[in-house]
């Protein structure tokens, strides 16, 4: 990626969530979206970074570099569970399918297993959860996100929901 | 007693079949018998649906071939208690169980301020999905003495005792119950709403026995008080709530002599200056661990006396989610989890609810279903048992919950030694992980260091004694 692409991307990526419903993005086909580093690539970078999620309650959000995301449980998973006392993080290397554990979650009724939205290979988990396991309760969507992976094929998030459908799935429950 | 006046007269049982249908296979048989209900290994879902943890083993079997005045609720719709619109009024999250819809919590306290609360304050809990049961006539005392292990011909009037009804021949746990001698002949008992279709087919199966044998000399009358609430006063603030409401001013309205196992037929005054036009059970007693009541009230009344128990700031409502983690750090047993047809109650360490007068094989009064099973367990328990009951404490970590594999940490390939009933990290702990589970014979004593398997890892755990929590029982000072 160059520099220059790292300049406008925040910029690109505020205006998109202000103002365009995000399915709009999602029509943008992979085949224009890579290989990365592309002009292509750039241009529609923004559609990389749109949050996605899944229907069984988890987020996964593509960092700038196009290849690692950030893994976590949605405002509504961890409302519903209530209390989280104990965090299990997946150790670095491991290898997760999509739809497989990347993790659980354990509030004092029940224990929820996180599953991966992707395909990839673990990063790390996030340390702060080891300790503080309630910091899911405080941000679950932002810094006590779950797990961080190398994701296999980025490609893979197409397949999953953006906000307004997500919301949509939650409505319904 | 008048406080118990029936609202529904008898039962209308149609072609109750035997129970002997639902004999449990193997009392202290395989591990698969004492798991059988719960319906995922580790009890753990994804995050779809996070609603309420344990599977809800209380679901009712459509068609028992019993019918009862209240069950006319379309099959698969859940049915309300008398507090539903006020559950909602509260925000509570509605969850079915045991055929009803019932509160897992309310939208003002978590599930741990709400655990919490009951053991610093007081909290109201909605029972009434539960079964509440009169027995009486000449032959009632004959007939819970054949089906229970109790003493109850030595059970003072309005005094209770926890029980079990037992199958006959295997002494196998149909349920377990509190049970009331409101007079000589006149029984109260309270058993679980899951266990209502079970319940009724083996009571209605065991009147029926008895009456034939018997003949009209020994009748017996069976009631249930479908239209009665039941609710849960819970907490050391109990007490101090309930007493400005009782109406009167003579010694019976002082609760302070009223103690743990006593109950009274009681009036309460309303805010509006009018009395409960029925008189209320009021029985000291409660399934969290902490001093409180449970309280009979008849329909018309239920609204208004609940509403102003909660007009204290010291009481809130809580619903089942703090109601599991409080028994359960009580060291109490959860039927259809913790208990069920496979077990009697020595194997699940339950043996002192048996009456100490009903214990030698050679006493006339030791005979009750299952007695020829269950005395020789409790004699020589090392040589009969093949599995206890007991709790234990897990590593920090995952919680070990229901379904969890206990195995043998001393052994390379991990034997199999038993399985957990009911787990989760304890409010009242800071959130140590506590568990019970049956383990083989021999492997139960304190102390003994055991792994539990939860998500493929091992974990450390030790059997502990129980309960976690210090029961708080309101009793008699000693002499």
Redesign the interface.
């Known amino acids: 990626m160059s520099a220059a692409a790292r300049v406008f991307r925040p910029f690109t990526s505020r205006a998109l969530s202000q103002k365009l419903p995000l399915s709009s993005v999602r029509r943008v086909s992979p085949a224009t979206g890579f290989p990365r580093g592309s002009i292509r690539a750039f241009s529609q970078s923004p559609f990389l970074e749109v949050k996605k999620y899944t229907e069984s309650h988890e987020w996964i959000e593509l960092a700038d570099d196009g290849k690692t995301a950030k893994i976590g449980i949605t405002e509504y998973a961890a409302k519903s569970l209530g209390d989280v006392v104990y965090v299990e993080l997946p150790t670095p290397e491991l290898e997760v399918g999509a739809g497989e554990p990347v993790g659980a979650v354990e509030s004092v009724k029940s224990a929820s297993d996180v599953l991966s939205p992707v395909s990839g290979k673990v990063v790390q988990g996030n340390s702060i959860l080891e300790d503080k396991a309630k910091f899911i309760n405080e941000s679950p969507e932002g810094d006590a996100w779950i797990a961080e992976i190398e994701v296999s094929d980025p490609t893979e998030l197409e397949e999953l929901l953006d906000a307004a459908a997500y919301k949509e799935t939650i409505d319904e429950e | 007693m008048a406080a118990v006046r029936p609202l529904r007269r008898g039962l209308h049982l149609l072609g109750s079949r035997s129970i002997a249908q639902s004999a449990p296979v193997g009392i202290n048989g395989t591990w698969t018998a004492v798991s059988r209900q719960s319906t995922s290994p580790?009890?753990?879902?994804?995050?779809?649906?996070?609603?309420?943890?344990?599977p809800v083993a209380a679901t009712l079997p459509v068609n028992n071939g019993v019918r009862y005045a209240s069950s006319s609720a379309p099959a698969g719709s859940l049915r309300k208690t008398q507090l539903y619109d006020l559950h909602i009024a509260k925000g509570a999250k509605m969850v079915p169980f045991a055929g009803f819809s019932m509160p897992l919590?309310y939208s003002d306290l978590?599930?741990?301020?709400s655990?919490k609360w009951t053991r610093e304050k007081a909290s109201l809990f909605d029972v009434s999905h539960m079964v509440q049961h009169r027995l009486s006539g000449p032959g009632a005392l004959e007939l819970l003495m054949k089906v229970t292990p109790s003493s109850l011909d030595k059970l003072q009037n309005n005094t209770s005792t926890l029980s079990c009804l037992l199958e006959p021949g295997t002494g196998g746990i149909v349920d377990d119950t509190v049970i009331t001698r409101l007079s000589e002949d006149t029984f109260y008992f309270v058993t679980n709403a899951g266990r209502r279709d079970e319940d009724l087919a083996f009571l209605t199966a065991e009147i029926d026995a008895f009456k034939a044998a018997h003949g009209a000399e020994k009748d017996i009358t069976w009631e249930i008080f479908n239209d009665r609430a039941l609710i849960a006063l819970q907490g050391p603030q109990a007490s101090a709530a309930l007493q400005p409401l009782i109406h009167g001013s003579g010694p019976s309205s002082d609760l302070s002599t009223l103690y743990f196992g006593n109950c009274r037929s009681l009036h309460l005054t309303l805010p509006d200056g009018s009395t409960t036009s029925e008189p209320l059970l009021i029985s000291r007693t409660g399934y969290t661990g902490e001093d409180g009541f449970e309280i009979s009230i008849p329909a018309s009344s239920a609204s208004a006396v609940t509403n102003t128990l909660l007009a204290n700031p010291t009481v809130r409502l809580a619903g089942l989610?703090a109601r599991?983690?409080l028994r359960l750090e009580a060291g109490m047993c959860l039927y259809g989890h913790d208990i069920s047809t496979a077990q009697t109650p020595p194997s699940a360490a339950l043996g002192w609810i048996i009456g100490k007068d009903r214990r030698d094989p050679a006493s006339p009064n030791s005979t009750f279903n299952g007695s020829s099973t269950i005395l020789p367990q409790l004699s020589s328990p090392a040589k009969t048992l093949s599995q206890r009951r007991v709790g234990f404490t897990i590593e920090k970590?995952?919680?070990a919950?229901e379904g969890a594999i206990i195995v043998d940490v001393n052994d390379e390939s991990n034997t199999q030694i038993g399985v957990i009933t009911s787990g989760?990290?304890s409010?009242s702990l800071d959130?140590t992980n506590i568990a019970m589970g049956y383990i083989k014979q021999g492997l139960h004593k304190k102390g003994t260091e055991v792994g539990v398997l939860v998500?493929k890892k091992v974990r450390q755990a030790t059997v502990v004694g129980m309960p976690w929590v210090e029961s708080k029982f309101y009793r008699p000072p000693k002499a």
């Not at chain 2, 580790?42 to 344990?54: K, M």
């Not at chain 2, 978590?110 to 301020?113: A, D, G, K, P, Y």
């Open positions: 580790q009890a753990r879902r994804s995050l779809r649906s996070p609603v309420a943890g344990r919590q978590s599930h741990v301020e655990h989610a599991d983690s970590g995952s919680p919950r989760l990290p409010p959130g998500r």
